[in-house]
């Protein structure tokens, strides 16, 4: 009996200077099979997402569009929201900071629980900034005058701004990751932020000149010539989105939460492995439990980004191949850490060879006999070898979830799909039904691929909902025939 514990779950929120890309659609559906996995083992789960409104660089691409900035984020923040519906993500809130009267207030108090503590203090400052990054560059990461990640040139500032206390928590925070109570997935991910901690923990700037954000931004408290950095501002939406300061959402899924997940991508990890632990411990606020961090999607070997004008349109491959083709060639084609070059043609094998070709052919085919020969589908006396391999895949699946490779357990459940059109092959129930003697064993053939196809159904639904729910009801109350779960193609 599985215990009902409160877990928070969110991804990060992307900054909305344009349309969605392909990365963001693989994003919102690895925290969604998450989600949906961990709902379905009977935890009591909340899940959020958002779009980060208030950087500096929503108010550069305004300008470049001739729009204010409110507008361009209203209208690109649609785009984000609609991508998540799109890829069937089951969200429990979705927080646009720019709109939503929840955040600035929790913004301002998170703000001032670190001020009360004596962890903000005044500095000027001089440094390279990249705004790609939104973030002030070390020596030590500047390559040829330039930010590793973005193409555009540093811009020198010199500020007055509001600092936080970073290197007070510097042991701490060592010790919260290096013990795992907040773990950091894959371990690689663990290792390189325990690195960066030996380097030392600077403190870092938390606000900007109101006059260089153009008073885009939410004003620092008791200073109106400053407005929060965007970083402080972002990361605070993880309890904006719950009610913080106040609510019961708040004290439920983060104050009294077993578990607080953020999952992020490999660019970001910096921010959430170490500035917003140290933002919660000045704070007295409980830390995240995990951080399940993925890598980039590229395309041709080159990260996909709209600063880099390569991003593929989800929305296009949406609409040719369908919602869980493209979640199943996210989730299992590309590993779920590591950097995976996208490719079309992969994708359309996927769905020609393995959806329609395997799992699609198997629910056919299994269909098709019980329809035919009018076959009494019982649940004693399975195969045990079939019975057998859905068990250690049912473990391998919750393996594969709690190590953050769902990659692993998509292959895992697709040797289940194998194996059980290997077994109807060996047994050729066409061949059973020929003779009336041989009618019990075509029930008990049959009754275990029909058994196993409802195991790998139950297994496939958080990561291919809809496709899970047309097999279930397929089988139910009597294995049917219907269409094929994944028609042929157009051509390409
Ligand atoms: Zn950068």
């Given at each position: 009996m599985t215990i009902q514990k409160p877990i928070f779950l969110t991804s990060a929120i992307p900054y909305v200077n344009a349309e969605p890309h392909l990365g963001h659609a693989l994003e919102l559906v690895q925290s969604d099979a998450l989600a949906r996995y961990q709902r379905a083992s009977g935890h009591d789960l909340?899940?959020?997402s958002g779009t980060d409104d208030n950087g500096l660089k929503n108010v550069r691409a305004a300008d470049a569009l001739g729009t204010t900035p409110g507008e361009l984020v209203a209208r690109y923040g649609a785009g984000f929201r609609r991508l998540a519906q799109a890829l069937n993500v089951?969200?429990?809130?979705?927080i646009h900071t720019a709109s939503d009267a929840r955040h600035a207030p929790a913004v301002r108090a998170l703000w001032q629980r670190c001020a009360d503590n004596g962890d903000v203090y005044q500095k000027s400052y001089r440094g390279l900034y990249c705004v790609g990054c939104e973030h002030f560059l070390r020596e030590s990461e500047i390559i040829d005058g330039k930010c590793p990640v973005h193409p555009e040139p540093l811009e020198v500032l010199d500020e007055q701004n509001w600092f936080f206390r970073l290197s007070r928590y510097q042991a701490q925070i060592l010790a919260e990751i290096d013990g795992d109570q907040l773990?950091?997935?894959?371990?690689?991910?663990?290792?390189?932020?325990?690195?960066?901690?030996?380097?030392?923990?600077?403190?870092?700037?938390?606000?900007?000149?109101?006059?260089?954000?153009?008073?885009?931004?939410?004003?620092?408290?008791?200073?109106?010539?400053?407005?929060?950095?965007?970083?402080?501002?972002?990361?605070?939406?993880?309890?904006?989105?719950?009610?913080y300061p106040n609510g019961d959402s708040f004290r439920h899924f983060w104050q009294n939460a077993a578990e607080r997940w953020h999952l992020i991508g490999k660019d970001i990890l910096r921010f959430h492995a170490l500035y917003w632990p140290g933002i919660l411990l000045s704070a007295g606020l409980p830390l995240p439990t995990a951080?399940?961090?993925?890598?980039?999607?590229?395309?041709?070997?080159?990260?996909?980004?709209?600063?880099?004008?390569?991003a593929i349109d989800p929305f296009r491959l949406l609409a040719r191949y369908g919602v869980d083709a493209l979640r199943y060639y996210l989730l299992s084609h590309l590993h779920s850490t590591k950097d995976g070059d996208f490719r079309e043609d992969l994708l359309r094998t996927a769905y020609t060879a393995e959806l329609a070709g395997k799992l699609g052919n198997l629910l056919q085919r299994v269909c098709a006999l019980v329809d035919r020969h009018a076959v009494r589908i019982v649940t004693t006396n399975l195969d045990p070898a079939l019975s057998l391999l859905a068990e250690q895949v049912a473990a391998s699946v919750a393996r594969a979830i709690s190590d953050f490779a769902l990659h692993d357990a998509l292959r895992a459940i697709f040797e289940l799909v194998a194996a059980a059109n290997r077994y109807v092959d060996s047994r050729a129930p066409w061949q059973l039904a020929k003779s009336p003697e041989?009618?019990?064993?075509?029930?008990?053939?049959?009754?275990?691929?029909?058994?196993?196809?409802?195991?790998t159904a139950r297994l496939l639904a958080p990561f291919l909902p809809s496709t899970a729910a047309e097999i279930q009801a397929r089988l139910e109350p009597h294995p049917h025939l219907g269409p094929p779960l994944f028609p042929a193609l157009p051509p390409a």
């Open positions: 909340h899940f959020t089951a969200h429990d809130d979705f773990r950091i997935l894959p371990g690689e991910r663990k290792h390189e932020v325990l690195q960066f901690i030996a380097g030392g923990l600077e403190d870092f700037s938390i606000s900007r000149s109101r006059a260089r954000a153009r008073g885009w931004g939410i004003p620092v408290p008791g200073d109106d010539t400053q407005v929060v950095y965007v970083w402080f501002d972002a990361l605070a939406n993880y309890l904006s989105v719950l009610g951080l399940y961090v993925h890598g980039h999607i590229t395309s041709q070997g080159k990260k996909i980004g709209k600063s880099l004008g390569n041989n009618a019990p064993a075509l029930e008990h053939c049959l009754s275990s691929l029909v058994y196993t196809l409802g195991v």
